[in-house]
T-cell receptor, first 116, second 111 residues
Framework: GAVVSQHPSWVICKSGTSVKIECRSL??????MFWYRQFPKQSLMLMAT?????????EQGVEKDKFLINHASLTLSTLTVTSAHPEDSSFYIC????????????FGPGTRLTVL | DAKTTQPPSMDCAEGRAANLPCNHS???????VYWYRQIHSQGPQYIIH???NNETNEMASLIITEDRKSSTLILPHATLRDTAVYYC????????????FGSGTKLNVKP
């Protein structure tokens, strides 16, 4: 149980295009999901907290108009990287916390974004 | 959340116990210690967590000092598959359940 999936697992896009990444909790409901970014040889950096039915909250320094987050259901959150540029190339990871359960976060496998 | 500090890397022989230290000297009374690991290019995997008492599960043991300023994750019989980056996180429930990852320890298990 407690499986989180991400789609796609990797994506290559041209500079200026937008890319959508999906995060799904497969066997549990998640009121709250989190989005992280990880550059090579670095740790995970929390980008934003995604709350079902309400606006996401972004960490300081993360552009909310650049990284659009939608949490339309209790099992799905999406991250859209708008007008992507090469510096947005990174490993994007989501996590989900089961509604009403412990504080443990379950992480997805990550999405590798490469912007040419 | 309290900041955690970990050594950047450690080596361990296969079959031996791996002891990974974490310093969290500014931890507050209601902050838990969580451990996750990340195998290359994968999402982090939950290992164990604790508040005050030592904890053990099928993966590892967590030893928390009495003053809670540090902890040690113990993998009793390390295998090559345990090679990963191990993250120690001090987590407070009141902070909207956010995890802030430190730099972690790269554990190299060698044959």
């Amino acid at each position: 149980g407690a499986v989180v999936s991400q789609h796609p697992s990797w994506v290559i896009c041209k500079s200026g295009t937008s890319v959508k990444i999906e995060c799904r909790s497969l066997d549990f409901q998640a009121t709250t999901m989190f989005w992280y970014r990880q550059f090579p040889k670095q740790s995970l950096m929390l980008m934003a907290t995604s709350n079902e039915g309400s606006k996401a909250t972004y960490e300081q320094g993360v552009e909310k108009d650049k990284f659009l987050i939608n949490h339309a259901s209790l099992t799905l959150s999406t991250l859209t990287v708008t007008s992507a540029h090469p510096e947005d190339s990174s490993f994007y990871i989501c996590s989900a916390r089961e509604t009403g359960s412990s504080n443990e976060q379950f992480f997805g496998p990550g999405t590798r974004l490469t912007v040419l | 959340d309290a900041k955690t500090t970990q050594p950047p890397s450690m080596d361990c022989a296969e079959g031996r116990a791996a002891n990974l230290p974490c310093n969290h000297s500014t931890i507050s009374g209601n902050e838990y210690v969580y451990w996750y690991r990340q195998i290359h290019s994968q999402g982090p995997q939950y290992i164990i967590h604790g508040l005050k008492n030592n904890e053990t599960n099928e993966m590892a043991s967590l030893i928390i000092t009495e003053d809670r300023k540090s902890s040690t994750l113990i993998l009793p019989h390390a295998t090559l598959r345990d090679t990963a980056v191990y993250y120690c996180i001090a987590f407070a429930k009141y902070n909207f359940n956010k995890f802030y990852f430190g730099s972690g320890t790269k554990l190299n298990v060698k044959p």
